[in-house]
Nanobody, 118 residues
Framework: QVQLVESGGGLVQAGGSLILSCAAS????????MGWYRHDPGKEREFAAT????????YYADSVQSRFTISRNNAENTVCLQMNSLNPEDTAVYSC???????????WGQGTQVTVSS
């Protein structure tokens, strides 16, 4: 059974930082690109960042570019999202996604809440 378990969310003041982690199990981690999306109720789910299998390529939404950094550890089956200079607009549930490099399968985690106070 595939599981993606996020952790690291919480309440932080504007300008602060958080590190989110996603631990994957039940899949061949090196066969999946990994990413983070976020969803704030009342808004559409928004892409945040993604990283390729080898970690050699990363992509970011314009809204988080230069503030967020995605990384992965293929030995530990984890992907992290370092979030700096947080602002209230970053408040959302952040979910981890694993997308097969074959493009046929995707798995989602349950998400972790990030709340940024002004």
């Amino acid at each position: 059974q595939v599981q993606l378990v996020e952790s690291g969310g919480g309440l932080v003041q504007a300008g602060g930082s958080l590190i989110l982690s996603c631990a994957a199990s039940g899949l061949t981690f090196k066969g999946y690109d990994m990413g983070w999306y976020r969803h704030d109720p009342g808004k559409e789910r928004e892409f945040a960042a993604t990283i390729t299998v080898s970690g050699s390529a990363t992509y970011y939404a314009d809204s988080v570019q230069s503030r967020f950094t995605i990384s992965r550890n293929n030995a530990e089956n984890t992907v992290c999202l370092q979030m700096n200079s947080l602002n209230p607009e970053d408040t959302a549930v952040y979910s981890c996604i694993a997308v097969s490099t074959l493009g046929h399968t995707a798995y989602w985690g349950q998400g972790t809440q990030v709340t940024v106070s002004s």
